[in-house]
């Protein structure tokens, strides 16, 4: 496994669309292993393909809150089947917009079909933290942050912060 570097906005790889994953084979697994890797390091709960410049519709995320049991879950090619009507509001950050964070509204639950690394299909209900962290991943792969959800205003606010941070940090 290998940690790899996390693209921080304003990079364009964040604002792309994926292509779906055609085979699950160990070039595929390796990119899983090293986003888990990269993640657990960060740390986060979860992290996308493009995040690490891999433009596939990959993602890893481990929402549980006992550090003792990792609780890892890879998808491939992941998609919301269905969503309630319900929504609720998490405050979201995300790796590649760092110690920035803001409320974003989303189905409190959904239904998720993907393929694990061994290419098998799975459908999975989600709720809660787990749902709002999958929405949030998958987005990722259509080029989508969580930014996005928010007024331009506060949108620009965030990115500048997030550059000033940066530039802060390339000096130190
Ligand atoms: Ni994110």
Redesign the pocket.
Same mark, same amino acid.
């Given at each position: 496994m290998a940690l790899r570097e996390i693209l921080i906005v304003p990079d364009p790889r964040l604002k792309q669309e994926c292509e779906p994953v055609s085979e699950v084979n160990d070039e595929i697994r390796q990119i899983l292993d090293d986003m888990l890797e990269t993640m657990y390091d960060a740390p986060g709960i979860?992290l996308?393909g493009p995040?690490i410049g891999v433009m596939k519709r990959v993602i890893v995320l481990d929402v549980s809150d006992d550090k003792e049991k990792p609780a890892p879950m890879k998808m491939v090619n992941p998609e919301i089947i269905w969503e309630s009507e319900d929504v609720s509001v998490y405050q979201e950050g995300? =790796?590649?917009?760092p110690e920035q964070y803001a409320d974003v509204e989303r189905p409190v639950e959904v239904g998720v079909r993907y393929l694990d690394e061994n290419g098998k299909e799975h459908e999975i209900e989600a709720d809660g933290l787990l749902a709002t962290c999958i929405q949030?991943?998958i987005d990722?792969l259509d080029g989508v =942050?969580?930014t996005d959800y928010l007024s331009a205003l506060k949108r620009n606010m965030i990115l500048k912060k997030v550059m000033k941070l940066q530039k802060a940090k390339k000096s130190a």
């Open positions: 979860g996308a995040q995300c =790796l590649s917009i949030h991943e990722h =942050l969580f």
